[in-house]
């Protein structure tokens, strides 16, 4: 299947290097393989594989590539550095493209900087968009899809539902023990096992970690660590609440999602709001990483518990309050609230499964799938 992000990148390959971010099996080696049938002759290194690694460290690679793909380099001691010198010394006419499953600037953060040298992009589950253009279909038949299956090509792409079930389960072990080893000690796997799954449980409610602290009798700061460690290796993401103090939302309660939908446990509104939530993220990533806008995904809390489920913003200004119901057309109460305190932004109920799409109170009752395909990515 192609990506969303093929297209842009190979545009980009022709100017500096690209590195490309994001999970595991997201997608980013298909994104080499077809990027390498456009750029002959190609050639494609992953550090994980000791022969590959081997012609890595004595950067024996083919100098007349015409594109040279390195996969998970940021494992190598004092990466950075290493990786300027090749970006120096390649040949005018060779691309580089460099991709990893973890966010690169937590990993080995030594050596020197590589500002200038490169365009980051970061790859994202399937969406609603991508699933109708790649795929075709209704986005309603697109949303239900990735609600089940999540966004992930193999589970989502898989005919058989058992055969997503079996990825998931072999998914999910394989991050526990190989990928959380690598930023952590081997002892402290089973007790980041016991932190996901709590997390599993606890997608869309304000995350206390002191509370999950006390139920697993580790220290709050570790805790902190371990989360530290998920969003690194885009297993889940947090959202902050909005403020215009950038400060003071950080110190404020956020709340987690993860990146596969098919991860969460909870009901089905619960998986939705999940779902709409890394369809949301992707948007934002897009709108930074491809338009240079600086995009933002929130949610807004107020003392006495009004909550509107989703915030955009741009360029430090709202532009949409945004709450996810099922099938509920009635009026949400606080979104309507906010947008009175917000004009200048867009308020929209999304709802999944609607039979008439109205506009009260400046609010947008609007169908959630079509909405969704609407977009950025």
């Not at 509107?308 to 200004?317: E, I, K, Q």
């Amino acid at each position: 299947m192609k990506r969303y992000l093929d297209d842009l990148v190979a545009t980009d390959l022709q100017r500096k290097m690209v590195l490309v971010t994001g999970p595991r099996q997201v997608g980013k080696t298909t994104l080499c393989r077809h990027l390498m049938e456009r750029f002959p002759p190609a050639q494609y290194l992953n550090w994980d594989v000791a022969p590959d690694r081997a012609i890595l460290q004595r950067q024996s690679w083919n100098p007349r590539s015409s594109l040279l793909a390195m996969d998970e380099i940021h494992k190598m001691p004092d990466w950075k550095n290493w990786l300027k010198g090749v970006v120096d010394g390649r040949p005018p006419t060779q691309a580089l493209l460099v991709t990893g499953s973890a966010r690169m600037e937590t990993w080995r953060q030594s050596g020197d900087s590589l500002a200038g040298r490169y365009l980051p992009y970061r790859l994202h589950p399937i969406s609603v968009r991508e699933w109708c253009e790649q795929q075709g279909g209704t986005p309603a038949a697109a949303l239900e899809r990735l609600m089940v299956r999540g966004g992930f090509p193999e589970p989502c792409l898989a005919e058989n539902p058992d055969d997503a079930e079996r990825w998931r389960r072999q998914y999910f072990t394989d991050l526990i023990r190989e990928d959380v080893v690598e930023f952590s000690r081997l002892h402290e796997v089973n007790a980041m096992r016991l932190f996901v799954e709590l997390l599993r449980e606890r997608v869309g409610s304000p995350l206390s970690l002191a509370s999950i602290a006390r139920d697993l009798a580790i220290s709050p700061t570790t805790l902190k660590r371990y989360l530290d460690i998920l969003q690194a290796l885009y297993i889940v993401f947090t959202v902050q609440p909005w403020h215009h103090n950038i400060a003071r939302a950080i110190l404020q309660t956020p709340k987690v999602y993860f990146f596969d939908t098919g991860l969460v446990r909870g009901d089905e509104g619960i998986r939705f709001e999940n779902a709409v939530a890394t369809m949301l993220l992707k948007h934002s990533h897009f709108r930074q990483d491809v338009r240079g806008r600086s995009a933002g995904l929130h949610y807004i809390r107020t003392k006495d518990g009004a909550e509107v489920d989703f915030a955009l913003s741009d360029d430090n200004r709202l532009t949409h309050l945004i709450e996810c119901k099922l099938a509920d057309p009635s009026l949400h109460r606080a979104l309507a609230g906010f947008a009175a305190k917000f004009p200048g932004a867009e308020a929209i109920q999304l709802v999944r499964d609607l039979r008439q799409r109205e506009y009260r109170a400046s609010v947008a009752v609007t169908d959630a799938a079509e909405w969704l395909a609407s977009l950025d990515a």
